[in-house]
């Protein structure tokens, strides 16, 4: 719960769901595993992108993103490493998919902390 966007309700949820996350060799695998990765196709030298895959667990999925809308209100007033690389998606790419990679990137963070045993430190 020391990270910025997870409640009770995201610690909860991530912690029934994966335990400590040893099932998952890295953290990409649990995001790929709860959804919030981009499908992947590629045809010879192209490549392309698309939407999520939404595969996985859905409650936790949509609660991660619930989360992160949550957060990107907050960083908008913020002067942290976080809110300078969430604005900067945002004007990119838009504040939906800022919000899906906001989610990714808490996720991969649980995951993280959840093997090392750790609280959150912001930089």
Known sequence: MSIPGIGYVNATGLYSAIGNGSQFKNARELSVWLGITPKQFASGNKQ???????????????QLIHGARALMTRCKKQDDHLSHWLQDIIHRRGPNKACVALANKMARLCWTLLQKSQM????
């Open 120 to 123: 959150y430190k912001p930089q």
């Open 48 to 62: 392309v992108m698309a939407g999520i895959t939404k595969r996985g667990n859905r409650y936790l999925r949509k």
